[in-house]
């Protein structure tokens, strides 16, 4: 871990303690406006990225969404057990709510609800066949510690899919900062009609964000094999999927 005071608290390996308490009321307050926001300002690739994640998994799969925020991926796991996690009590509050009413209409049983961080997370080890992070691998206050731990609770020869903020490398980064300072914070204003709307915190975990490699060594490091990057279509998102060995 480098130095951070110079960035405000962020660096690609992690955030720290005061940063990270001032960025989860920030995320709290994206609650009501959340999937407007995100549909806007990747002009409605959000849904496509999502599904290409979700086909990851399969009916039947034990599954754990890390950093589940207000259900918006949750929501469409189908036939599957079900775990949400999230260290925010309001933003678990939302996400049960919405999830639990769709797994009821659907026949399913209720999904689990863990209010936790990623790098500590009061589950057992070896239990789940998939574990997804959407949009919440950028906010670990810990990345390698965040991985470690979702390592322990996969199941032998399960996959980690992360999708978050495309980063490919340095250049495909400047082009991203240049969207996220400019038509992303436009959106944010336009649909908040708050000039200090939080997606400007947003902006700050993507600046300080790492490339593919810089994730894929992390992976490694950890111990995942089959470490894949790419971005997807149209390049907004990042999905890194990695494995945890046989034995
Ligand atoms: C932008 S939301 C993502 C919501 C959702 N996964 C989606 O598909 O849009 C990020 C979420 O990550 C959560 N988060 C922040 N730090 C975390 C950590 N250290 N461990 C797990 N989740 C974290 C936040 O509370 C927030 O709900």
């Given at each position: 871990?480098?130095?951070?005071?110079?960035?405000?608290?962020?660096?690609?390996?992690?955030?720290?303690?005061d940063?990270?308490?001032?960025?989860?009321?920030?995320?709290?307050?994206?609650?009501?406006?959340?999937?407007?926001?995100?549909?806007?300002m990747?002009?409605?690739?959000?849904?496509?990225?999502r599904?290409h994640?979700?086909?990851?998994?399969?009916?039947?799969?034990?599954?754990?969404?890390?950093?589940?925020?207000?259900?918006?991926?949750?929501?469409?796991?189908v036939?599957?057990?079900?775990?949400?996690?999230?260290?925010?009590?309001?933003?678990?509050?939302?996400?049960?709510?919405?999830?639990?009413?769709?797994?009821?209409?659907?026949?399913?049983?209720?999904a689990?609800?863990?209010?936790?961080?990623?790098?500590d997370?009061?589950?057992?080890?070896?239990?789940?066949d998939?574990v997804?992070?959407?949009f919440?691998?950028?906010?670990?206050?810990?990345?390698?510690?965040?991985?470690?731990?979702?390592?322990r609770?996969?199941?032998?020869?399960?996959?980690?899919?992360?999708?978050?903020?495309?980063?490919?490398?340095?250049?495909?980064?400047?082009?991203?900062?240049?969207?996220?300072?400019?038509?992303v914070?436009?959106?944010?204003?336009?649909?908040?009609?708050?000039?200090?709307?939080?997606?400007?915190?947003?902006?700050?975990?993507?600046?300080?964000?790492?490339t593919?490699?810089?994730?894929?060594?992390?992976?490694?490091?950890?111990?995942?094999?089959?470490?894949?990057?790419?971005?997807?279509?149209?390049?907004?998102?990042?999905?890194?999927?990695?494995?945890?060995?046989?034995?």
């Open positions: 871990m480098s130095d951070r005071t110079g960035t405000g608290g962020f660096d690609p390996s992690g955030i720290d303690d940063a990270w308490t001032e960025l989860e009321k920030q995320l709290e307050a994206t609650i009501p406006v959340y999937d407007r926001v995100n549909r806007i990747t002009l409605g690739f959000d849904k496509g990225m599904r994640v979700r086909n990851h998994a399969k009916s039947g799969m034990n599954v754990l969404e890390v950093g589940c925020g207000p259900g918006s991926f949750a929501v469409d796991l036939g599957m057990e079900l775990t949400c996690l999230d260290p925010s009590t309001e933003m678990l509050k939302v996400c049960r709510k919405r999830v639990d009413a769709i797994r009821n209409k659907r026949g399913e049983a209720p689990k609800y863990v209010e936790a961080i990623a790098e997370m009061p589950l057992p080890d070896n239990t789940f998939r997804f992070c959407l919440s691998f950028r906010d670990f206050k810990d990345k390698k510690q965040g991985l470690s731990e979702i390592f609770v996969l199941k032998p020869d399960g996959q980690l899919v992360i999708c978050d903020a495309g980063k490919a490398n340095k250049i495909h980064g400047l082009f991203g900062r240049l969207y996220m300072m400019t038509f914070q436009w959106v944010a204003r336009w649909v908040t009609k708050d000039p200090n709307h939080p997606w400007k915190w947003l902006a700050k975990t993507y600046t300080h964000y790492g593919h490699s810089y994730y894929k060594k992390m992976l490694n490091e950890v111990g995942f094999i089959d470490v894949k990057a790419r971005l997807l279509f149209p390049g907004m998102s990042s999905r890194f999927k990695a494995k945890k060995p046989q034995k």
